[in-house]
């Protein structure tokens, strides 16, 4: 294929995607009536909710209460048991071909707990994937080129695209896992506990770097999270999952204000706490 071919098709590509706008929907994501049932085992009952576009939106909730699965549900990996998912403006039960599909599936990038990285790839070879997946006509150098752009994109060091998982630090690894969910430039980003594992510092620069992408890339960021720092250095809104749905979504200062016990423990017990007052300790110009 010579290169103004490959041009050619690159340019169409981009044009179908940009066929649907994301910033022309209020909401990336709108779920409503959700229910996902194991057996008896109940995990969502008509949970409802709404991610508003270019927002960070944490979610969380104790263990088990389905963080992951209604993750896996938006992402179409999950078939809910009932319930409408609707991605910018389309609801993932319409989708007719392989080719919509497609089309949808790559304005998000996943980066799934631990970052889920191919052990026997490269991390080039690792972002290259999902390029390869949905522009299988790119040559080599074109495909050396993003990756080592997105390389550089998550701050990790240029020598660090030929090395493999087994040789990275825990930070790297989840850097490099953050890099191949934004290797084909996703409106969308989901990420399932980004700093699970990293220690306090690691985890701080990650919480960074995250809000800095979304900014500078007006990323929509549904972020599950357990921890507390990440939630108030990150995320616009949260939303609480407890008793089999979404039981409440707002600000931080918004769910404080609210009576239900597990936000109170949650927000209010000795590690929210701490989590407040780090928080009020940083100056207004460094939140950002
Ligand atoms: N494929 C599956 N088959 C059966 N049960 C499942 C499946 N996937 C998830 N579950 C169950 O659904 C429930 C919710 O799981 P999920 O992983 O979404 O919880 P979570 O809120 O993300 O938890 P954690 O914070 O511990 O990661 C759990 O009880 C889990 O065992």
Known sequence: MSAGEQEEEIRQEIAAAEAVRP??????????????????????????????????????????????????SIVGLQIPTAG????????????????????????WGVMFQGG????????????????????????????????????AMVGLPPDAGPKYPAELSGGMVKRAGLARALALDPALLF???????????GAAKFDALIRELADTMGL????????????????DRVAVLAEKTVIAVGT??????TEHPWIQDYFNGPRGRAATESHERVPRDRKS
């Open 23 to 72: 910033e022309q929907f209020e909401y990336a994501i709108r779920v409503r009536g959700l229910v996902n049932r194991f057996g008896d085992a109940v995990v969502h009952d008509g949970l409802d909710l709404d991610v508003r576009s270019g927002e960070i939106l944490g979610v969380v909730g104790g263990s088990g209460t389905g963080k992951s699965v209604l993750m896996r």
């Open 84 to 107: 409408e998912i609707e991605v910018y403006g389309t609801s993932l039960d319409t989708i007719a071909n392989e080719e919509e599909s497609r089309d949808l599936r790559r304005r």
């Open 116 to 151: 889920a990285l191919f052990s026997t790839l490269s991390v080039a070879e690792n972002i290259q994937v999902p390029l390869r997946e949905y522009y299988p006509r790119i040559d080599q150098q074109l495909l050396d080129e993003i990756a080592a752009y997105k390389v």
């Open 191 to 201: 990420l399932d506990e980004p700093t699970a594992g990293l220690d306090p510092i």
């Open 220 to 235: 929509t960021v549904f972020l599950i999270t357990h921890d507390l720092d990440t939630l108030y250095a990150t995320c």
């Open 252 to 257: 931080i200062p918004e769910l404080l204000a």
